[in-house]
């Protein structure tokens, strides 16, 4: 005769599972995409589209040269996503996948527009006519801004790169550097305002 006792263990162990964490959840769905899951890459893309293509933006700063990269990148990753491992989180390796694929980007662009002048000498870089370069005033601006984010304690240079320039969510932030969401969150706040006053001195 069956007893309920025989069952205790398996209800025991069901109740006290830990649960899933995100990196592991997202490991499984990057294998499901790997083996040709067409549903779960498509998961993915909705979830890191926009982190993807922001980040070519900033790196860009051309609406269509980021539309063009963040799409090379997705086919990138539907070829190479198997080669994810886990070993750190899915949002730090993708994004690395960007930056990279961005850089190559401009040293392609950079590739196709050098002409070699005719006495042999060093290739002339030649510029798009309709591309208005940066204002002295924009450059003075984006290098007082980047000496003073470098003028931060680590802990909030970090937050403030991770989250302000690099896109990511307090959460991913967290488990990047090993502290608690409302730290990441905290830091972030104090690092803005030591920010707003180093830029209001000068």
């Known amino acids: 005769m069956t007893t309920i006792s025989e069952f205790l263990p398996v209800y025991i ?15 499984e769905l990057t294998q499901k995409a790997a083996s040709g899951d067409i549903a779960a890459f498509e998961q993915i893309y909705w979830k890191y ?19 063009d990269v963040a799409q090379q990148v997705f086919l990138n990753l539907y070829r190479k996503i198997g080669t994810f491992r886990g070993d750190s989180a899915f949002a730090t390796w993708l994004h690395r996948m960007t930056v990279n694929q961005t850089l190559m980007h401009f040293r392609t662009a950079k590739s196709c ?24 005033s924009q450059i003075i601006d984006r290098l007082q801004i980047d000496e003073a984010i470098a003028q931060l304690p680590d802990g909030y240079r970090k937050v403030v790169v991770l989250h302000d320039i690099e896109g990511f969510e307090h959460e991913e932030i967290a488990q ?11 830091q972030l706040h104090k690092a803005r305002r ?5 830029l209001a001195a000068k």
Not at 50 to 65: A, D, G, Q, S, Y
Not at 176 to 186: E, N
Not at 194 to 198: D, E, H
């Open 13 to 27: 162990n069901v109740e006290t599972a830990q649960p899933k964490t995100e990196r592991e959840l997202e490991f």
């Open 49 to 67: 589209h926009r982190r993807v293509l922001n980040i070519c933006l900033r790196m860009t700063k051309n609406t269509h040269e980021a539309e």
């Open 113 to 136: 527009k050098e002409d070699t002048t005719e006495t042999g000498e060093m290739p002339e870089t030649t510029f798009n006519a309709n591309q208005k370069p940066p204002r002295a």
């Open 176 to 186: 990047m550097l090993g502290c608690a969401v409302g730290t990441s969150k905290s």
């Open 194 to 198: 030591k920010l707003r006053r180093a």
